[in-house]
């Protein structure tokens, strides 16, 4: 049995012991956790639009290296807009202007931290307090939901092209092409039977035209009438024939060679030898030549060339008229309707009277996520192939009812929804309608609901449904873009009166989650 003073020892010694694992753990925490107090800090300030899931001790990098951590995270009290992120760099590391500051993540599904970068040449060192210039960098998240919002406006292109190659091998479309294709045939022997009906009558007038050439009166060679005296030649003008005929000299018995034209010779000549006869001493042919300006075998081959060259072209152009029938008319031509507020001076109060809401981008129903105009006949929706939204339904109307809750509202400012910063509360809306509709003559629909929630997100203070409508005149372009507007500045002054009048009611919802 211990005494009284023992006792005393083994509660000191179980008191030290105690006290040193618990010290032991103390430190391991601090330095582990990087919260090294007895260290000197710089504090820095960057401005965001958007810090993602960045929270208060996150480490600071400068091009890799640990130089400090992340101070504080709150809303700009000068801007709503921005968040202000104060950072602690370790004291004497030198940072120079032309430094940046963006958010980066570490991996795939990594912790957010806050990347030092210097672009350029570095200028003068930067003072500790001094602001840090930010740059926005797109998150995987973000990366993943601009992929999508591609595959998305590519869908309406990709819906066309199905629909223009369903058209384009309808029934019709196959048919005509088939019987087209099967009158090919008939059409060429057609126009084969007709090319060699245009050769047979072209030989034949070629050839006459030859024996024309060679025979301008009877065959000199064949005696009689042919053969003239000099003064009178066949076809000749009498002056000129003789004065030919009397200049030449004889040449022994005969007369000199005549050359006379003929297909094929050399120079497109022939020469014949002629000789004096008995009893015609002083008498002679004259001298027949004939050159025409071409051979009619080649004139006959050249307009067999422009024949085929002919035929080939009627060829082309059947098949051109053939193809433009089964492919029909060119698709129409895509317009893009944009939808716009009434221009109207801003009448908001002072943004320190008005409690920053948080706005969350609008969703809408699967079937109008689309930029092409819809048209509903009856229960039934059709996407237009010709006109298109500038953008998706849900991001145009979620744009203007935030504009006009910035430039009208009375209690409110919109900041981008953040879940680490606290708002006033919290909006979001679903688009229900966005279409034109064919009933009552034709009119542009909008519908819209929209829930208000606490700062934190959780509990749900009010909810609205919201309607409105503009006739058509028709359905050109211009028409449907000036009805979309019109129904939109019917609904946005709903959406204030509404939105304005939740503000005691959202304080009071606010301070019991608080309490």
């Not at 921005?82 to 599904?109: C, E, M, W």
């Not at 051109?320 to 109207?344: H, I, S, T, W």
């Not at 939204?389 to 009208?408: F, T």
């Not at 000036?482 to 919802?509: C, F, Y």
């Amino acid at each position: 049995m211990l005494t009284v003073r023992a006792q005393k020892a083994e509660y000191v010694k179980a008191g030290v012991t105690l006290g040193a694992g618990l010290v032991v753990l103390a430190a391991f925490m601090v330095v582990l956790g990087g919260n090294w107090f007895w260290e000197r800090y710089d504090p820095y300030d960057i401005l965001f639009t958007s810090i993602q899931d960045l929270s208060k001790g996150r480490p600071v990098k400068y091009a890799g290296l640990d130089v400090g951590r992340v101070a504080a995270v709150d809303l700009d009290p000068t801007d709503p807009r921005n968040i202000r992120v104060r950072i602690d760099v370790r004291h004497g590391f030198p940072l120079y202007q032309g430094t940046t500051a963006r958010i980066s993540q570490k991996g795939l599904v990594g912790d957010y931290y806050v990347l030092l970068e210097l672009k350029g040449e570095p200028g003068p060192r930067l003072a500790p307090g001094a602001s840090i210039p930010a740059v926005s960098s797109l998150s995987m998240q973000e990366l993943a939901a601009k992929a999508g919002e591609m595959l998305e406006e590519l869908q309406p292109r990709l819906a066309e092209f199905e629909g223009n190659i369903a058209k384009l091998f309808t029934r019709e479309n196959t048919d005509a092409l088939r019987q087209a294709f099967q009158g090919l045939p008939r059409l060429v022997e057609d126009l084969r039977r007709a090319a060699n009906d245009f050769r047979t009558n072209w030989n034949t007038l070629a050839g006459k035209g030859g024996k024309a050439g060679r025979q301008p009166g009877r065959d000199p060679e064949a005696g009689g009438p042919g053969r003239e005296s000099a003064g009178t030649g066949s076809g000749q003008h009498p002056g000129r024939g003789a004065g030919r005929n009397q200049d030449r000299r004889r040449a022994g018995p005969g007369y000199p060679e005549k050359r006379q034209f003929r297909p094929g010779t050399h120079r497109g000549y022939s020469v014949q030898h002629q000789h004096d006869e008995p009893g015609t001493q002083g008498t002679r042919a004259p001298h027949q030549a004939t050159a025409l300006g071409s051979h009619p075998a080649a004139i006959g081959n050249d307009a067999m060339k422009r024949t085929h060259v002919l035929i080939w072209l009627v060829l082309v152009g059947v098949a051109g008229a053939c193809l433009a029938g089964c492919f029909g008319k060119p698709p129409p031509v895509e317009r893009y309707l944009r939808v716009r507020l009434a221009d109207a001076p801003c009448q908001n109060a002072n943004l320190e009277q008005r409690a920053p809401l948080g706005f969350k981008p609008f969703k809408s129903l699967e079937n109008l996520d689309k930029t092409t105009v819809l048209t509903a006949r009856g229960p039934v929706l059709t996407p237009s192939l010709q006109f298109y939204w500038e953008g998706a339904p849900q991001d145009i109307v979620g744009q203007l009812v935030r504009q006009a809750i910035e430039c009208r509202s009375a209690k409110y400012t919109p900041v981008d929804y953040q879940p680490r910063v606290t708002h006033a509360g919290v909006l979001t809306g679903q688009v229900t309608a966005f279409n034109v509709e064919e009933t009552s003559g034709g009119r542009f629909v909008v519908a819209l609901h929209l829930d208000l929630w606490t700062q934190n997100g959780r509990s749900k203070v009010a909810n609205g449904d919201f309607s409105a409508y503009a006739p058509l005149e028709d359905f050109r372009a211009e028409t449907v873009a000036h009805a979309a507007s019109e129904a939109m500045g019917q609904i946005v002054p709903k959406i204030l009166v509404w939105l304005d009048g939740t503000r005691d009611v959202l304080e009071k919802n606010n301070q019991v989650h608080r309490q």
